[in-house]
């Protein structure tokens, strides 16, 4: 890499981290201010906490503080005359700006990669922490329907991958009536399938005739139901603003869509995490292009002002449509897909404005 390359990677990366320390400590500060009168007695819950808080924090600041370290590093290059100087010498806009924006895809992306693990749960484990002072999750009372069942837990363990209190109705799709009754006090996912342990089945007869045994009762040491359900997944289902990774969304969407189980919340979700991040790089790749020459004939305050009141808008905007896509107020694809496919042909079509000169 050339000396060049390296000042402007420099230069850049040191704005961005000293925008993205101060933001997260700003946020976290509020956002903890909310929670003063509820903090766990446990220091060591509290440091958790204080962790968690700057993981969930990162999802805003993180693309937030990219594009601001843009705006930084332009208006100081522009007051320093560096910018003009750089074009002089025969460097284009898109030399000055290509390492910037390698940096910022590489972040974005690796963060999208952090979407797709635990990282995403971050919210849920502050929310635990407050509401009942410990890390560990769970979720109770679960009803859904898979295939030809009825499923009731009666607490799901995401964290442990096990279960308690699980019932399993089969039913004749036909007649709608129950033919088994199954039931365990402790079910554990294998990876593959739900394993229930010390089973109870109850068989209804389909033709009741008199002087038979109304039903037929039968005891196993195992039997497995739901495939492919990840305890996770079952964990997010129903709740209104649940929590999950790109992963886990996308195999709930799979297995939901199969059940004939509307999937709009959960695509909402997976299109956000999937896209909203992309936000930051191409932004920077739009005020790229209306960055000036020289600084003579403007000033420098009200264009520095320009760049940041249209990043705050068009932000806005597309985080109030993704809010109300995930809400279910509006479909996915008109809410999130789209808007992301006009910014992303738009970026496109700048960057190879840039790229020609």
Known sequence: MSLFY????FSYM???????IALECFFVFIDLIKFVDE????ANLIVLLIAYDFIYASGFILPLALILAQIVLINAMLRNSQWTAFLALGYSRFNIFAPIFFISFVIIFAFIGLNATPFAYAKEKIELIIERGYVGSYKSNVLLKYQQYYIYFE????LLQSAEGVRVYEFNPQTLLIDKVIQSQRAIFTGEE???????ITTLPKDLKLGQTPIVVEYQESYTILEDFKPKILDNIYERQGNISLIDAYEAIQLLA??????????????ALLLFPLFAPLMMIVLSRFTPDYNRYIHLGMMTFGMI???LLLWGIFFILSRLAISGFLLPEIGI???FVMFIVVGGWIFLRLLKG
């Open 6 to 9: 390296r000042y402007i990677s």
């Open 14 to 20: 040191r704005y961005f981290l000293i925008l993205f």
């Open 39 to 42: 903090f766990p007695n446990s």
């Open 155 to 158: 607490k799901i363990f995401p």
């Open 194 to 200: 739900w394993k229930l342990e010390n089973v109870k």
């Open 258 to 271: 199969q059940q004939g189980i509307n999937t709009q919340k959960l695509r909402a979700s997976f299109y």
């Open 309 to 311: 009141l249209s990043l």
């Open 337 to 339: 897909l789209f808007p």
